[in-house]
Structure formats: C-alpha cells, structure tokens
C-alpha cells in the first residue's frame, strides 16, 4: 500500500508561481521514478515532467518554466511551476513507480488525488 498526496494547487494570475509537492508514504522499499501529469477538462491526461536516477524529462510546453526536484530521503516530489500560463490550468497528478518492501515482492505505479492549478485574472 502506498499513498501520494499532492499539495500546493490553488489560483494564481497569469506570470505567477506555485510549487507543488507530492508526499509518498506507504510500504516503499524504493522509488524508481516519479512524475507530474496534469489533466485539463476535456482533454487527455498528459505528462508535464519526470525524474529518474537516469534523466529527466520535460513536456515543451512547460520547458524553461518549469523544474521538477525529487527528496529521496524525505519521499518527496517537487514542481516550481513559473511564468505560469492560462493554459497551465489543470488538476495536477503525481505519479510514482514504485518497488514495495521486501517481503511484499510487488512493483507498482500510483497516483495521487490531484491538486487543482487555475490560472487566471
């Protein structure tokens, strides 16, 4: 069992900044990835950017705007979201690839409940 919880959505004008952050807690041997996805009404679900050991990965439309920053030892994800667009609003989605502890012999991706960005005057 593991839980994500995302934090630091809310209303900010466009040109502002938010930071959202993902708490991972749970029965977490390691982690093996994370990521931000965001999904617009109507639209797909689309990814926004991705941390591994190995690289790190940007949609263009938030590159140079955004930097996604991973605390292995707190289990913590981070978005500096800046210079933040009308079209950045979405409800935020953390995802983490995960292998359990041990005796649990089980790898597994899961989201977090999202946490809702509007961008707006």
């Known amino acids: 069992q593991v839980q994500l919880v995302e934090s630091g959505g809310g209303l900010v004008q466009p040109g502002g900044s938010l930071r959202l952050s993902c708490a991972a807690s749970g029965n977490i041997f390691s982690i093996n990835a994370m990521g931000w996805y965001r999904q617009a009404p109507g639209k797909q679900r689309e990814l926004v950017a991705a941390?591994?050991?190995?690289?790190?990965n940007y949609a263009d439309s938030v590159k140079g705007r955004f930097t996604i920053s991973r605390d292995n030892a707190k289990n913590t994800l981070y978005l500096q979201m800046n210079s933040l667009k009308p079209e950045d609003t979405a409800v935020y989605y953390c995802?983490?690839?995960?292998?359990?502890?041990?005796?649990?012999?089980?790898?597994?991706?899961?989201w977090g409940q999202g946490t809702q960005v509007t961008v707006s005057s």
């Open positions: 995802n983490a690839d995960v292998n359990l502890v041990h005796w649990a012999r089980s790898r597994g991706t899961y």
């Open positions: 941390i591994s050991d190995g690289s790190i």
